[in-house]
C-alpha cells in the first residue's frame, strides 16, 4: 500500500486504511510517520515517499502511541507493550493480560518511555527495557505525558495530576490537586507549564515551578485536545466550534485573560489541535473531517481538506515542521508537505 497525491492540493497526500486512527507521531529524524490503527496494525510510512509497510504488534487494537529514539512504543487492548521499528520489527517489552494499555508516552531524547496500565504507571529504562512500574495511584491514569526535556513524567487521575520529577523506577510522585475527573495532559515546550482537560468542560493549567493551577472555563463541549504554542505562551484546545486560544504566559494578569477565537466551524467540535513547533501556526481537526491551518498573528484560519465526513482523531507535526500528518475514525488518513 501507497500513499497517493490529492488530485487537487499539492503536497498532500491520502491513504484509507480501513481502520480507526488511535493516534500517529512522527520519527526523531522526521523521515517516518507511524499510524496507530484500531484493527492492532502499525502503518510505518515514509514521509518523502509514502511507501508504507506495516507491522501488527496487536492482537485486538492499538489504543495509543510514542514515538522514541528507539522506536515507536504502543499499546492496546491485548495487554501488550511493543517497541517497533522498520528495521527490527516488533519487540515486545511486557503484557499485562486482561487489562487495556492506553496511555503511552516517550521523551524526545528516549530517557523516559512510560505507558499507563489502570492505576499504575510503567517505566522502561533502558537500554534494556525491563519494565519498571511506579507506586501504584488511588484511581486510574486518565491521560500520560513527559516534558520535551525528560526530566518530568505527569498521570493525570480523578481528583489530581501525579507529577514525576524526576521519573524513576519505585520512586512515588507529588500529586497536585485538582478537584474531579482529569483527562489529556501535555507539556509546554520550555518544560515550564502542565495542562490538563478535565470532565467538566475546563482546562486546568499549573506553572510547575510554583506548583500552583488555575482554571479556563466557559466551553459549551468536553475538551478532547490541548497544544502549546512553541513559545510555551498560547495554549491552544478544543472544546469548541473554532480554535480557541488561551495566553497562559507569566505576564498575564489572570484578572483580565481572554481567549483569541477565531477559525469557527458550524458544523462539528474542533477534537484535534497541533501547534507549529516553530512558526505562530495552529492545525486544527473538527468533527466533519475537515482539517484547517490558522494564523496566530492574524488571527485566521482556512480550511485545507476534508477527510470524507469523518471525526478528525489525531494531527501532528514533524519535528521540524515541514509536514504535518492526521487520521480519522473511519480509516481515511493523510500527511501533507507544508510549502
Known amino acids: 500500500m501507497t500513499f497517493t497525491p490529492d488530485a487537487e492540493l ?14 500517529c507521531a512522527f520519527s526523531s529524524d ?18 518523502e515517499t509514502g511507501e508504507t509497510e506495516f507491522a501488527a504488534p496487536h492482537t485486538g487494537a492499538a489504543l495509543c502511541l510514542a514515538a522514541s529514539p528507539y522506536g515507536f512504543l504502543t499499546g492496546g487492548d491485548d495487554g501488550r507493550v511493543v517497541l517497533t521499528t ?17 496511555h503511552a508516552a516517550a521523551s524526545p531524547d528516549g530517557r523516559v518511555l512510560a ?8 517505566l522502561f529504562p533502558g537500554p534494556d527495557f525491563t519494565p519498571a512500574p511506579l507506586p501504584e495511584l488511588a484511581s486510574a491514569v486518565a491521560g500520560l505525558a513527559v516534558s520535551p526535556d525528560g526530566r518530568t513524567l505527569a498521570a493525570s487521575h480523578y481528583d489530581g495530576v501525579t507529577v514525576y520529577a524526576p521519573p524513576r523506577p519505585g520512586t512515588p ?4 490537586e485538582g478537584a474531579g475527573s482529569n483527562l489529556t495532559v501535555v507539556f509546554s515546550p520550555d518544560n515550564d507549564k502542565m495542562a490538563l482537560a478535565t470532565q467538566d468542560k475546563s482546562v486546568r493549567v499549573y506553572d510547575l515551578a510554583q506548583s500552583a493551577g488555575y482554571l479556563l472555563e466557559g466551553y459549551p463541549a468536553k475538551v478532547r485536545c490541548l497544544s502549546f504554542s512553541s513559545d510555551g505562551g498560547t495554549l491552544w484546545t478544543g472544546g469548541e466550534r473554532a480554535f480557541v486560544g488561551w495566553p497562559v504566559g507569566a505576564d498575564v494578569d489572570p484578572a483580565t485573560r481572554e481567549a483569541t477565537v477565531f477559525g469557527i466551524f458550524e458544523h462539528g467540535m474542533l477534537g484535534a489541535v497541533a501547534a507549529h513547533p516553530a512558526l505562530p ?21 482556512a480550511p485545507l481538506f476534508a477527510l470524507e465526513s469523518h471525526r478528525v482523531t489525531s494531527l501532528v507535526w514533524s519535528p521540524d515542521g515541514r509536514h504535518l500528518a492526521g487520521g480519522s475514525d473511519g480509516g481515511p488518513a493523510f500527511f501533507m508537505k507544508m510549502a
Open 115 to 122: 505507558v499507563a496500565v489502570g492505576k499504575q504507571v510503567v
Open 86 to 102: 522498520l528495521e527490527t520489527g516488533c519487540r515486545e517489552l511486557a503484557a499485562f493480560p486482561g487489562q487495556w494499555v492506553e
Open 173 to 176: 510522585g507529588n500529586r497536585l
Open 281 to 301: 501556526l495552529v492545525a486544527g481537526g473538527f468533527d466533519g473531517g475537515v482539517v484547517f491551518l490558522g494564523s496566530a498573528s492574524r488571527k485566521g484560519a
Open 30 to 47: 522526521g523521515e517516518t510517520i507511524a499510524y496507530a490503527l484500531g484493527d492492532g496494525r502499525l502503518a510505518l510510512v515514509e514521509a
Open 10 to 23: 499539492k503536497g498532500l497526500m491520502r491513504a484509507d486504511f480501513g481502520a480507526y486512527v488511535a493516534s
